[in-house]
């Protein structure tokens, strides 16, 4: 069951931003609500846990403006802060959206509200707060609620559980490398990372079919199999090979994509998911990519030494 | 009932941004819960509302590096935050702090966190995530998370109503006119500027004994009885004579000081509170300073042209 935030929201003051909250909220229309007050209000069904995560968009960390369509930043803010969502199998409740301005993004702060509009309505998830303030580069700080009967977690993997992961990879880390010696970018690659999908649906269908941990694949697989295996204390390894690679992307390239979004995801090996039903619900394949065994830290098929050259994205290096 | 975040926080991968959490973690200790999953989990008292409000704190526009030490920004951030929380009546659940964090700033991401962990203590309010990035100029942008049977609302302000204000105002504007221009400000002032207090035990007493439309004293007093007037689509008169101002400010610098985090609040006419009892419990003064009228609109004392010089604070102005 959705929660259910109050119904409309409240008339506003006046002032420039206030000006820009109103020409969001006619962007979102219905989609919008409990918005003006304090803070927002949101109900929790009985019984289930509400989860939450913050996630941060800066220009020039995360992107640049060059590269994206102002549709595209809000969309793929919107999409990376529900994906924590997706990796807790949640439903998602609710979205805040705070937005640092500079003077030359005014103008496109309703192509910005689209964005995120339409991934929070691809997600079932009302906007229910936000905060605007004017900044020296543009910042999307996207916090994200949901509720789950029994959110699937990090440090849920145990030794002996198969891996498997959502999706196509590599996409992203391409889209990056070509941008960033300025080439552009495979159109096949440019979709994956301007327009990513949260796993919101798959992320439940998980957890309900028996996946007792998760991760979304935000920093590259190999990165993320590091936290999961950090959280769980256990040591993951990835078969290189099995990896699903978008056509022209070597396994290496997919295992080190950030920004992917995909889930990886594991389950115990006596209770394994049918790929095939998967696939019929989300028209997505679920591919078995490794495996959890006893120690810490991450492997590589047999080639452990491989792993300090597929370094994850890390926002502060 | 304070809900119950999960009791202890999971190990995290590695790279520097994990390490710029790390210490922050060991700053926060035990205050310090759930961090290291994609989303933190809380559980929410059964018949009570959430009530969750984002609020931004940019370098260069809502305070200079001079001014303030990082203590102190991280503190007054999360008092900002947190009186949105003091506004609505509601419990603090959980805090998210989103740090965007320059070269120049991380040699002092201990003292801020610092900051943001003792006035998050002093709230009885758990940190329960975030997210930290590198970029242009710091900022940190908090989430907060409340519960409560029945949140105090801008909306429910009725004609007849007596308007009372916490403590005592023009502190805070009479901090930043002296900065701005390059002044020393008072201890007295500073203090009311530097490291104010979110007002959540107050905010619950006044939930408790009849209030029944709130907000907190952002934008100042002017423009926040403004969105308060919007709000419940009445008018509300300030008397300029009654509001409580510190020793040397005038009655024009408390109405239009910002950033105070006193609470504007709303009884019926019949029902007021005892300014003793609250005294008694809070050792701070609660002063009646108008009352709500029909129209909209915000009037002063007889003097309604004087209000478009008492211009509130905009964050895009």
């Known amino acids: 069951m959705m929660p259910t935030p ?47 995560s913050t996630d941060a968009t800066f220009e020039h960390v995360h992107f640049r403006r060059e590269w994206l369509t102002p549709h595209e930043i809000g969309a793929r803010a919107a999409a990376a802060a529900l994906s924590d969502l997706a990796a807790m199998g949640a439903t998602p409740a609710g979205l805040l959206l705070a937005l640092g301005v500079p003077p030359a993004w005014r103008g496109e702060m309703e192509a910005l509200a689209h964005g995120v509009g339409e991934v929070a309505a691809a997600a079932l998830c009302p906007i229910v707060g936000g905060n605007v303030t004017r900044a020296g580069e543009l910042s999307l700080t996207i916090t994200v609620l949901g509720t789950s009967p029994r959110p699937l977690q990090r440090a849920g993997a145990r030794t002996g559980d198969a891996l498997y992961v959502t999706g196509m990879l590599g996409g992203p880390g391409a889209a990056l490398d070509a941008l960033l010696r300025g080439a552009t970018p495979r159109d096949v690659d440019r979709a994956r990372f301007a327009a990513p999908r949260a796993r919101i649906a798959e ?37 290189l090979a099995s990896l699903p690679c978008l056509d022209g992307i070597t396994p290496e390239g997919a295992a080190s994509s950030g920004e992917e979004y995909e889930l990886l995801v594991a389950f115990p090996a006596d209770a394994r998911p049918s790929a095939d039903e998967f696939r019929a619900q989300f028209d997505l394949p679920l591919t078995e990519v490794g495996f959890v065994a006893e120690g810490h830290g991450v492997g590589l098929d047999g080639r452990g030494g491989r792993v300090d050259l597929l370094r994850g994205y890390d926002h502060l290096s």
């Open 6 to 52: 109050p119904q409309s929201h409240l008339p506003l003051g006046t002032g420039v931003e206030f000006d820009a909250i109103r020409a969001m909220l006619q962007v979102w229309g219905s989609q919008a609500s409990g918005i003006g007050d304090d803070a927002a209000m949101l109900q929790v069904p009985a019984g289930e846990s509400l989860v939450v």
């Open 203 to 239: 992320g439940r269908w998980l957890a309900e079919h028996g996946a007792r941990a998760a991760i979304d694949v935000s920093d590259g697989l190999i990165a993320d199999a590091g936290h999961l295996a950090a959280a769980s204390d256990v040591r993951v390894v990835i078969e």
